[in-house]
């Protein structure tokens, strides 16, 4: 504690709404007074409380009382926040993006404890502003979270430093003998301590179990250990007990790294392209660039396409390549001096005459990027279906009705499912018959933008323009149209009208995939989709000043429902048409299967739609197995729902994901654990029916398929 105040003030905040689980807050509040009465140093502290505290009682208490150590005890839901009270006696979540940049205006705040389970994610994005910041990895017990605030106000009452303070805690709860002792992390400004672990950079692994991957995995891990550094390895750093998931998402958030061995195998792993969402993610709510993110190609030539995806989240990241041994030792040391220099993932290119890490080949205006991955017959399904190819399912009559519809002056498709569903597949299709009738069509992922480009509206609105300019040729006129001090969104529209729909002579038909990606920034949302919707409003409806908006037309993809509360009336989420993917039906899947030349007939596809549910990429996972005679039709029903089954990756992602919101894991569990539908709070089952997992039935709730029924089951118990 190194600041020269005599006392430090401790702001104790409390909040448990009215509609969350009771926790013995005043007890806690008691154990912490009393830690400190008894302590030598008990002068040198004093304790200010603030009780049912909400967003701006949080805010006034750190501005009048100007704290040393923030100590807040309530609730915490993983990615959705921390629980405060709304005022009415309910709760309230504030954003881990809130609370950093709330606490980045106190710099002489020296500790933050956030005593609520799941609050470890706040924790990381607070610590950049804030020494110490302590956070949990999961739920803790009221008895342990009490018994840990006494140990660590013991040792700051004996004068023991932060890191030592928090040691008491934890020996706190191993006295106790209760089962937390992992639970309570210490984030330090720049790295994460925990004490049972070396010091050193975080490395987290990522490979494919099988040779040579795993091989090639284990000598990276066995180098930088050697060198001193923390790796992580799945197979080598598990130990018995550990559960699983909250492992694999404690070591990637800790991480600074992620060493991306890709084979062609795990590049189309759900699993992966998670892990790489998550350092993505996780680099936006830091705002730095770590965990910086190092791949490798494993026997894949760079010029073999990622799926989707993954190629959204690589495009502008230096990759290597391994194709024998021979490149193992060169590649080890290239590895370890980047650890030890701290480099971030834009590395600077080497010379020519070097390997080096690569980028795969930019498509050039000629050579649009296509919107799919290539999932033929001999390829491990994943990713969108090419438009070639004979897998494609039609859902008729959505196909023919899109095809009718995106022809019309003005017209706008919204296309949402949950993932894997066919959303891209579908879109790829519709601009396809829109260049076939003489369009001109240009699909944008915004999977494809840096993370930062969507905190600022005027770099996300040039970004589109950039990606709009570039493939009509017109990219050079950009800047011109960008001077000058009016706003981004007049500059915005006035170069797509000017510049863009005045220059062609054919309709322009513009898909926007990926744009939930937009979502979690809500007031960049809420201007964006404005603009968007405007546009639909000018070119269906007309504009007095200009009839060249009567040229767009708009196709939106989305994952899943707005989650923030946008302006439904200034967005274009209530306009146009709707499309919403369903799962296939029998008739879909007897067909599929003849297409992949898997016997079976009708019984097969009765118990595949019993096993899956009709789930686009599940059923064709199932077939492709079938198809290699991988497995038989029994061993795929008797092993479908195990870690060694064919579906473990994708089961895995679900469950990382509910990791990240406690108050949906429970919500599945209750769902799960009936055999008959069960009624949920409205928003969970809205929830759980985006991300795919239930169907609703009026308020009712029930398990997608039988996998899920029986994964989750045992995996959320």
Not at 18 to 47: C, M, P, W, Y
Not at 49 to 76: C, K
Not at 353 to 363: L, V, Y
Not at 587 to 608: C, F, P, T
Request: proline share 5%.
């Amino acid at each position: 504690m190194s600041s020269t105040d005599s006392v430090r003030r401790i702001l104790f905040l409390a909040a448990n709404p009215q509609n969350t689980g009771r926790l013995q807050l005043d007890k806690e509040a008691q154990g912490v007074k009393s830690s400190l009465q008894l302590a030598k140093h008990r002068d040198r502290f004093k304790i200010i409380a603030e009780w049912a505290v909400g967003a701006d009682e949080l805010r006034r208490a750190l501005l009048e009382h100007e704290p040393h150590i923030v100590h807040f005890s309530g609730h915490g839901e993983g990615q959705d926040g921390l629980v405060l009270d709304d005022g009415q006696g309910k709760k309230k979540r504030v954003t881990s993006k809130a609370l950093a940049r709330l606490f980045k205006q106190f710099p002489g705040i020296e500790c933050v404890l956030l005593n609520a389970c799941y609050s470890d994610i706040q924790a990381q994005a607070i610590v950049s502003h804030v020494p110490y910041v302590i956070g949990m990895n999961q739920a803790i017990g009221d008895e342990a979270a009490i018994k840990f605030a006494m140990g660590f106000y013991d040792g700051l009452g004996y004068g023991r430093s932060y890191p030592a303070a928090f040691e008491f805690g934890l020996s706190a709860i191993d006295l106790e003998d209760l089962p937390e002792t992992a639970t309570p992390v210490l984030n330090q400004k720049g790295a994460v301590v925990t004490p049972e672990l070396p010091q050193g950079c975080r490395v987290f692994i990522s490979y494919r179990d099988q040779l040579p991957d795993k091989q090639l995995a284990q000598a990276f891990f066995e180098a930088l250990e050697a060198a001193g550094q923390t790796p992580f390895m799945a197979g080598t750093s598990l130990q018995l007990g550990d559960t699983w998931v909250q492992r694999i998402r404690q070591e990637l958030d800790r991480s600074d790294y992620l060493l991306l061995l890709l084979s062609p195998q795990s590049a189309t792993s759900e699993m992966v392209t998670e892990e790489v969402r998550r350092a993505k993610r996780l680099q936006e709510e830091r705002q730095v660039a770590h965990p910086a993110i190092l791949p490798i190609r494993v026997q894949f030539p760079l010029e073999h396409p990622l799926n989707y995806d993954l190629r959204g989240y690589l495009q502008q990241i230096h990759q290597r390549e391994w194709h024998t041994e021979a490149n193992t030792a060169g590649l080890i040391a290239e590895v370890v001096w980047l650890v030890q220099q701290g480099a971030e993932q834009q590395i600077v290119p080497p010379t020519p005459e070097e390997e080096s890490f690569q980028t795969p080949a930019i498509e050039s205006v000629e050579h649009p990027p296509l919107p799919v991955a290539d999932p033929e017959l001999k390829r491990e399904p994943g990713g969108s279906v090419r438009l070639t190819s004979s897998l494609y399912v039609e859902r008729s009559p959505i196909e023919a009705d899109c095809f009718e519809e995106i022809m019309q002056p003005g017209s706008l498709i919204r296309i949402k499912a949950p993932r894997q569903m066919g959303k891209t597949s579908l879109m790829a299709r519709i601009l396809n018959h829109a260049r076939e009738q003489g369009c001109q069509a240009i699909s944008l992922s915004f999977q494809r933008a840096d993370h930062d480009v969507f905190t600022d509206l005027d770099r996300l609105l040039r970004w589109v323009c950039e990606q709009l300019g570039r493939r009509l040729k017109r990219l050079k006129e950009l800047d011109d149209y960008w001077a000058g001090d009016y706003g981004s969104k007049d500059k915005c529209n006035v170069y797509l009208e000017e510049c863009l729909l005045e220059e062609i002579d054919a309709p322009l038909v513009l898909g926007l995939d990926e744009v939930d990606m937009v979502f979690p920034h809500r007031e960049i949302a809420d201007s964006f989709f404005a603009l968007v919707r405007s546009w639909y409003e000018m070119a269906r409806y007309g504009d007095l000043m200009s009839e060249l908006w009567e040229k767009l037309r708009l196709v939106v993809v989305h994952s899943t429902e707005v989650y923030v509360p946008l302006n439904i009336n200034q967005s274009p989420f209530n306009v146009g048409k709707n499309v919403e993917l369903p799962e296939f039906t029998f008739e879909q899947i007897l067909d599929l299967s003849g297409r992949y030349g898997v016997s079976g007939g009708e019984a097969l596809a009765q118990q595949l739609l019993q096993l899956v549910g009709g789930h686009p990429y599940l059923v064709r996972k199932a077939l492709y197995h079938l198809r290699r005679q991988d497995l038989s039709l029994r061993e795929l029903v008797t092993t479908a729902q195990t870690e060694g089954g064919i579906y473990n990756d994708h089961l895995r992602r679900h469950l990382l994901n509910l990791q990240d919101y406690p108050p949906l894991a429970a919500a599945l569990r209750q769902v799960v654990s009936q055999s008959r539908a069960v009624e949920i709070d409205a928003e969970s089952a809205f929830k759980l029916e985006s991300m795919g997992l239930v169907a609703l039935q009026g308020n009712k709730a029930s398990p997608r398929c039988d996998v899920y029924r029986q994964y989750f089951c045992d995996h959320l118990a």
